[in-house]
């Protein structure tokens, strides 16, 4: 692909996608600054992936991987720095949902916690997490993160269990 | 299904963002300051190689007695081995092909297996090579001081903890890489 090609491709995928790439980098960093070098790396790598861009998969699909495959190479560096532990689906299935209801007063500290439950958990789990939070359906889920459809829907079912356990049905997240 | 479902998404969806944006023009600045920040780091790795094989290379001319200076010799040798095995290993490299064309567990999962690899290898390439060389100097450099035995011994055991110290640390990183790369099946076998 041309360098103007490239471009376009680039800023047409910013334009449809930006704001979601923002929802990504909240998934993998907590901390502002550190956020924006994540966002800033993802940009970068999504550019320089559109010289490759050959269009056999959509653009939401190659936006998505590029993206996550980014924030994954950087959990993997920030992780083993910070000696951070990740864990599974399965793990927070188990886990006690903190805080009550009674502390969940408003939307925005539901979404922080939604955000800090998803810092904890594994890549691959991370993944399949934010791309449900998107609304994507589980073919779509599939095709960006290379699981089988039965792995996704398990997944996926194992998510809105979670989610059902932490945020209790009927909260005032309810919007 | 619970009624809590649509909610969070649309309280994801709806959450409010920075509007981080960067031009065109800012995107092929900060890609050209990467390759020039690599580019920099190589050349300080050759440089600081290339110091350290003038200094061994001085050593070998003026130490007295023939196991120091074919000690300081081996040192420049395996100097010129590691700068080698970094240019070959590292160089300037740019975004792989397979950050964008792999699916996320395919690429997660090659990640993790050159970290792997990376920490298995480097003492290898990264320390191994000055053995043979800091043994036979500081071997020659007791033979020459019957004197300084002591302090020649305390360098030695200084020096053979930290190489055992560091092989441990990688031997232990790798092995939890690889528990993760094994813990990946699990993603495809439901």
Known sequence: MSGIGQDARYTEAVAEYGHALERLAQGYEADRDLRRDLLQDIHLALWRSFALFDGRCSLRTWVYRVAHNAAASYVITRRRARFETLIDLETLERADPEPGPEEMANAHQVLSKLQALIRRLKPPDAQVMLLYLEDMDAPAIGEVTGLSPGAVSVRIHRIKAILANQFQEGGPHDI | ?190
Not at chain 2, 99 to 123: G, K, P, T, V
């Open chain 2, 1 to 190: 299904m619970t009624s809590d479902r649509p909610s969070l998404q649309k309280l994801w969806a709806n959450q409010p963002t920075e509007g981080f944006a960067m031009s065109i023009a800012e995107v092929r600045k900060q890609a050209d300051l990467f390759h020039r920040r690599t580019k920099l780091r190589n050349r300080v790795e050759y440089l600081s190689s290339f110091l350290v094989v003038v200094i061994f290379g001085l050593y070998a001319w003026y130490l007295p007695g023939l196991l120091t200076k074919l000690g300081s010799v081996l040192v420049a040798a395996g100097t010129l081995f590691v700068s080698w095995q970094l240019h070959r290993r590292i160089g300037v490299t740019d975004v792989p092909e397979l950050s964008s064309d792999a699916s996320c567990i395919a690429y997660y999962r090659a990640e993790l297996e050159r970290n792997r690899r990376a920490l298995q290898s480097i003492w290898l390439w990264y320390l191994l090579p000055f053995v043979p060389g800091l043994v036979m100097t500081l071997y020659g450099m007791y033979r020459h001081s019957p004197s300084a035995h002591l302090p020649v011994l305390a360098v030695a055991g200084i020096c053979a903890a930290f190489f055992v110290l560091v092989w441990a640390l990688n031997r232990w990183a790798a092995a939890r890489l690889q528990k993760k790369i094994d813990q990946l099946g699990e993603y495809r076998g439901d």
